[in-house]
């Protein structure tokens, strides 16, 4: 294989986004499922990188990656066709293999090479086991078939790219120069798509900031996301906030009705004028204020979420911030990493007080659910008044 093409392959490799990412329960059940029906203690989908072997889901290996000069895989991808070692011991090019030698004892191997949705070979599926065997015919296609499962998989880790690409995109791209305010956002996705989304953009003389949270995670939450999102900002432009929320609901309705969805969103106008933040909580209840003084305060949260009810659930308050109020509004995968609202309010007090600017707050927010495993989308928004 040319350097030129090897190149190409591992710029492959690195486009699927999956290298060094975290195992995925959707490469975990076909590993799981080929060491059931195959009768084998091990199985792995590798991805055959520029100097190692890296796992994107094992079965009775313990380990996420090996040298390449170790790898069992590379000859799969190099002659990109199925392989089969009935004896590793009496093959010249495996008997000296770490693994072959060492306490992991390979004897038989079995691959299936493995296809970037452009049609380069990336890697492979493949059994092991510690005793000599061969295949019969039947499981050599049932080995292919799962191969062909885990090449689906690998082409929708292709749309889902462009999915989030697309997503991304939608996020605010700048933060708004408002006189006497830092404004600050972000969201750590728990997949390769959200349900969370922030957003923000002028209504008239005001600021208005949105946080939403579609139930459920992955495409189906990130596609009703992006249509509440276009949906809310076409109706505040010509309405209240809590009119717009009550047409938002409508418009809603019926792709919510069928999707068994919900959504809780936190809504808010801010006039840099009046220093007034007129809001609607729509069921999200995590939104408030923590005082320059160290007072921190849940805003009122009256409203049903958006998808259990159309007509007459929304109204607004309006609540002042005084120079060093920070307002906090977050969604609940933050919160589940904690053990009650009372120890959440806690620490984002704490965070509030400890931080000099509003982006160090949604910064440190961001690290703390990357750091503890966060098993929900996280999304937060932070406004600090810095001026009378």
């Known amino acids: 294989m040319s350097a030129a093409v090897e190149q190409a392959r591992i710029e492959e490799i690195a486009s699927l986004g999956l290298l060094d990412a975290p195992s995925e329960s959707r490469f975990e059940r076909i590993v799981r499922l080929a060491c059931r029906i195959l009768d084998v203690p091990t199985a792995l989908v590798t991805l055959v990188a520029q100097d190692r072997q890296f796992h994107v889901a094992e079965q009775g290996f313990g380990s996420r990656e090996i040298p390449l000069s170790q790898s069992f895989c590379r000859y799969v991808v190099d002659d990109d ?23 992991r004892s390979v004897r038989f191997y079995a691959g299936q090479p493995l296809h970037s949705p452009g049609g380069v070979p990336v890697g492979a599926l493949c059994i092991l086991d510690t005793t000599p065997r061969a295949l019969t015919e039947d499981q050599r296609e049932l080995l292919a078939d799962l191969a062909g499962l885990v090449q689906e998989e690998l082409g929708r880790s292709e749309e889902f790219d462009r999915g989030r690409d697309v997503q991304l995109q939608l996020l605010p791209k700048s933060t708004p120069d408002l006189p006497g305010y830092e404004i600050a956002g972000g969201a750590v ?74 959504v809780t969103m936190f809504a808010a106008r801010l006039d840099p004028v009046r220093h ?81 600017h509003a982006q160090e707050v949604v910064d440190r927010a961001k690290a703390y659910a990357r750091g503890h495993d966060a098993a929900d989308d996280v999304t937060i928004v932070a406004i600090r008044r810095v001026a009378a």
């Open 276 to 356: 007034e933040l007129t809001y609607v909580d729509a069921g999200h209840g995590l939104a408030g204020t923590v005082t320059a003084a160290g007072e921190a305060r849940l805003l009122d949260c009256e409203g049903l979420p958006i998808g259990t009810v159309t007509q007459g659930g929304w109204r607004a308050a309006t609540h002042r911030l005084q120079p060093g109020d920070t307002f906090i509004c977050l969604s609940d995968g933050l919160l589940d990493l904690f053990d009650d609202l009372d120890a959440a309010v806690a620490a984002i007090r704490l965070t509030a007080l400890e931080s000099g």
């Open 189 to 262: 996705p728990v997949g390769l798509m959200s349900g969370d989304f922030f957003d923000w953009y002028p209504v008239g003389d005001a600021l208005q900031v949105v946080v939403a949270d579609v139930m459920g995670k992955g495409a189906g939450a990130a596609i009703i996301g992006a249509g509440v999102r276009a949906v809310m900002r076409g109706t505040s432009q010509y309405n209240e906030l809590d009119e717009a929320v009550q047409r938002l609901a409508v418009s809603m309705e019926s792709d919510l009705a069928e999707t068994g969805s919900f």
């Open 81 to 103: 066709r199925p392989m089969e070692v009935s004896d590793a011991r009496l093959d010249e090019r495996f008997r000296t293999n770490p693994l072959v030698t060492g306490d």
